[in-house]
């Protein structure tokens, strides 16, 4: 299951944003399920970013939202308001 956060960051605010983002991250790979995880910066749009994450599952996901929420909080503000959650429905790795 894949898990894509955007937020709309301020280039004053990027920094603070990068460090609060390695929080989140470090407090989600402590959670069960998690898979992998990373920060991401557009290269079009440089005020946009993507907290991106997979899990074994959609369970693990939400109940890793609620354990990391505190350290999700101060970037709520930011996040776009949009699903985040999506399921695997073709998945193609390189061999």
Known sequence: MLAVIRYSVPESQSQDFVKQGHV????????PGFQ???LARSVDEPNLW???TEWEGA???RRALSAA???MYPL???????PSAFEDVYLQ???
């Not at 989140?24 to 959670?31: C, E, F, G, P, W």
């Not at 709520?76 to 949009?82: D, K, P, R, T």
């Open 24 to 31: 989140i991250l470090d407090t989600l790979t402590d959670q």
């Open 36 to 38: 992998r995880g990373r």
């Open 50 to 52: 993507a907290l991106v």
């Open 59 to 61: 369970g693990f996901y």
């Open 69 to 71: 929420r505190m350290a």
């Open 76 to 82: 709520m503000i930011l996040m776009v308001n949009e």
């Open 93 to 95: 790795d390189r061999t």
